[in-house]
């Protein structure tokens, strides 16, 4: 029944070891996000995919990739992490643009030591 | 920019008490108004949105919001609360063909149920 699936749901990694978060949907939606939620924070978004097309916000540092191989799938990588980039990182998708109502999945919570 | 407002941080109600939390937006057109829940650990839950017509909005678990244009509100509602509501309420907003923008939400307002 799950509709938006991310993996793993806890990352631990080391200071600057890359990182990849995974997510994945059955929803057939075209438009997939990746949030970042610091903790007591709003959740941010860093960038998003319509179907290949990728667009990232202006603000999200470079350390911050995407790949988006499919319709399902979606990474989200981090080449060199950072302290300051220990967060919950949420995956959201919506079918298009119209409505931009977003489903969510539950997250992955990154540390760094 | 379209911004959110969530006034207060922490709200703690009795169990069986009513609920208000509010949120303010500003949008320069009419948003498309969301309220999402986040239990610890989790991702966020849709309570309901609105996007016309009617401005009482009906959601799960007993919730319901109504916009207000004129002040630019968008308060969410519950008129018994019950010890598993305790978790963090996010009001969102996104604008009309606006989801390559995402949403933008507020900071949170975080709900503690008295026994």
């Known amino acids: 029944d799950a509709m938006v699936i991310q993996n793993p749901r806890y990352q631990v990694t080391q200071f600057g070891k890359p990182v990849t978060l995974s997510c994945s949907q059955t929803?057939?939606?075209?438009?997939m996000y990746w949030y970042q939620q610091k903790s007591s924070q709003a959740p941010k978004l860093l960038f998003h995919?319509?179907?290949?097309?990728?667009?990232n916000e202006a603000d999200t540092p470079d350390n911050f990739q995407s790949r988006r191989p499919n319709t399902s799938f979606c990474f989200l990588d981090i080449r060199s992490p950072g302290l300051g980039d220990a967060a919950m990182y949420l995956c959201?998708?919506?079918?298009?643009?119209?409505?931009?109502?977003?489903?969510f999945g539950p997250g992955t919570r990154l540390t760094v030591l | 920019a379209q911004s959110v407002t969530q006034p207060d941080i922490h709200i703690t109600v009795s169990e069986g008490a009513s609920l208000e939390l509010r949120c303010n937006y500003s949008y320069g057109a009419t948003p498309y108004l969301f309220w999402y829940v986040q239990s610890p650990g989790q991702g966020l839950q849709l309570l309901l949105k609105y996007f016309s017509g009617d401005t009482l909005v009906q959601g799960i678990k007993g919730f319901e919001a109504e916009f207000k244009r004129s002040q630019s509100s968008f308060n969410l509602r519950k008129p018994s609360v019950h010890w598993s509501d305790a978790a963090e309420y996010f009001c969102?907003?996104?604008?009309?063909?606006?989801?390559?923008?995402?949403?933008?939400f507020g900071k949170g307002t975080h709900l503690i149920i008295q026994p």
């Open positions: 929803l057939n939606h075209n438009v």
């Open positions: 995919y319509y179907d290949k097309d990728f667009n």
């Open positions: 959201a998708t919506s079918r298009d643009y119209t409505y931009n109502e977003q489903f």
């Open positions: 969102a907003v996104g604008g009309k063909g606006g989801g390559a923008d995402g949403l933008t």
